[in-house]
């Protein structure tokens, strides 16, 4: 298995552009989500999706949207890059049950000039 | 809300040391409580988690941590740090309400080990 896996690994916008971060998972897990980190704040969550179809919003969704078709896939896009979204973005998959480990991808790192 | 405070952003300890991190939370129900490590440009790997049971848990890579509920706790420990350590660490708490198991994590320590 491949695990979670995310493209791109490193990204430079200009404000105002538009772009899609992909991640895919292997596991046939449920659950994904998309987190952002940024220095002295941890990871916050963005999106997440409890199965093909269903998506909501987490702690900071402004700026960003999610669909999900298919149970393996998980985009995040942004529709009108602003410098505020440079960050490390991070997909996370895992199972229905609550005490299951999430599983990261290795992350895409987004920089807004 | 659940939240999680990791004391100290920056740790750094002699090769052979002692590695304590802390680690608490506030929660009003019996929490799952986690350990995230992640290597420099890499993901974030579990170390362990608590879930339920012995309140002693032992992860990989020779960490452990203690779930103390009446200090609301969750400190991460390593008798003897090696140089391999060195990384960011993230203490994290689940929280369930909105019906959806969500992840909140502390602001990191990052555990610098020196010979």
């Known amino acids: 298995n491949a695990g979670v896996t995310q493209t791109p690994k490193f990204q430079v916008l200009k404000t105002g552009q538009s772009m899609t971060l992909q991640c895919a998972q292997d596991m046939n897990h449920e659950y994904m989500s998309w987190y952002r980190q940024d220095p002295g704040m941890g990871l916050r969550l963005i999106h997440y999706s409890v199965g093909a179809g269903i998506t909501d919003q987490g702690e900071v969704p402004n700026g960003y949207n999610v669909s999900r078709s298919t149970t393996e896939d998980f985009p995040l896009r942004l529709l009108s890059a602003a410098p505020s979204q440079t960050s490390v973005y991070f997909c996370?998959?895992?199972?229905?049950?609550?005490?299951?480990?999430?599983?990261f991808g290795p992350g895409t790192r987004l920089l807004v000039l | 809300a659940q939240s999680v405070t990791q004391l100290g952003s920056h740790v750094s300890v002699s090769e052979g040391a002692l590695v304590l991190l802390r680690c608490n939370y506030s929660?009003?129900?019996?929490?799952?409580l986690f350990w995230y490590v992640q290597y420099p440009n890499q993901g974030l790997q579990l170390l362990l988690k608590?879930?339920?049971?012995?309140?002693l848990v032992k992860g990989i890579n020779g960490f452990e941590a203690e779930f103390k509920k009446s200090e609301t706790s969750f400190h991460l420990t390593k008798p003897s740090a090696h140089m391999s350590d060195a990384a960011e660490y993230f203490c994290a708490v689940s929280d369930l309400s909105g019906g959806y198991n969500k992840l909140i994590f502390g602001a990191g320590t990052r555990l610098a080990v020196h010979p």
């Open positions: 996370a998959s895992r199972t229905d049950r609550n005490q299951e480990t999430q599983y």
């Open positions: 608590y879930t339920t049971g012995a309140t």
């Open positions: 929660s009003s129900v019996p929490p799952y």
